[in-house]
């Protein structure tokens, strides 16, 4: 897992911080509260999941879901304007940068229906364009739109863990 270096170098910050507050104000042992999250991951405001941004290293759809996977989770779902919203406050808090990112969406499953990986419908609204190709993974632009992309393209994604 890589962390995007500006969220990484934050939470060590954060985290000399709270070293030297502990040492200084002598506060017992006290656990941070649980998110549930694995580390790097941003709770969304709905409260439900969490985000990750992958900032540097361009794979595949495939390749990107499996390193979503291995933190627990999946691509990340963009299934309501809500969920878009809050990741368009999240990438500018964290100054992301506008690059197309890999989303959960395929129509591998059934060609020209596009699906999110529980099987819900992608809404037509967060659709910029779909290829004359109809290709078969789906991206998010820079600016949040989604598009159908080629699966085998590199592209940098997002990933969502919903704590357990
Ligand atoms: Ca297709």
Same mark, same amino acid.
């Given at each position: 897992?890589?962390?995007? $270096?500006?969220?990484?170098?934050?939470?060590?910050?954060?985290?000399?911080?709270?070293?030297?507050?502990?040492?200084? #104000?002598?506060?017992?042992?006290?656990?941070?509260?649980?998110?549930?999250? !694995?580390?790097?991951?941003?709770?969304?405001? $709905?409260?439900?999941?969490?985000?990750?941004?992958?900032?540097?290293?361009?794979?595949?759809?495939?390749?990107?879901?499996?390193?979503?996977?291995?933190?627990?989770?999946?691509?990340? =779902?963009?299934?309501?304007?809500?969920?878009? @919203?809050?990741? %368009?406050?999240?990438?500018?808090?964290?100054?992301?940068?506008?690059?197309?990112?890999? +989303?959960? %969406?395929?129509?591998? %499953? $059934? @060609?020209?229906? #596009? +699906?999110?990986? @529980?099987?819900? !419908? +992608?809404?037509?609204?967060?659709?910029? $364009? =779909?290829?004359? %190709?109809?290709?078969?993974?789906?991206?998010?632009?820079? @600016?949040?739109?989604?598009?159908?992309?080629?699966? +085998?393209?590199?592209?940098?994604?997002?990933?969502?863990?919903?704590?357990?």
């Amino acid at each position: 897992m890589i962390l995007h $270096s500006l969220s990484t170098n934050r939470h060590s910050t954060c985290l000399e911080i709270m070293t030297t507050k502990e040492h200084f #104000y002598r506060i017992p042992n006290q656990t941070p509260p649980a998110t549930g999250l !694995p580390s790097g991951y941003t709770m969304l405001s $709905s409260g439900n999941s969490g985000v990750q941004v992958e900032t540097r290293n361009k794979i595949s759809w495939q390749a990107a879901q499996t390193s979503c996977q291995e933190d627990g989770g999946h691509l990340f =779902r963009m299934q309501t304007l809500a969920k878009k @919203d809050e990741l %368009a406050q999240i990438k500018q808090e964290l100054g992301l940068p506008d690059r197309e990112y890999w +989303v959960d %969406a395929t129509d591998i %499953a $059934s @060609d020209g229906n #596009y +699906v999110w990986g @529980d099987g819900d !419908p +992608v809404d037509g609204s967060l659709w910029l $364009s =779909r290829s004359p %190709a109809n290709m078969d993974c789906v991206k998010a632009t820079w @600016d949040l739109q989604l598009q159908d992309a080629n699966c +085998v393209d590199h592209l940098l994604y997002i990933c969502e863990v919903t704590p357990a």
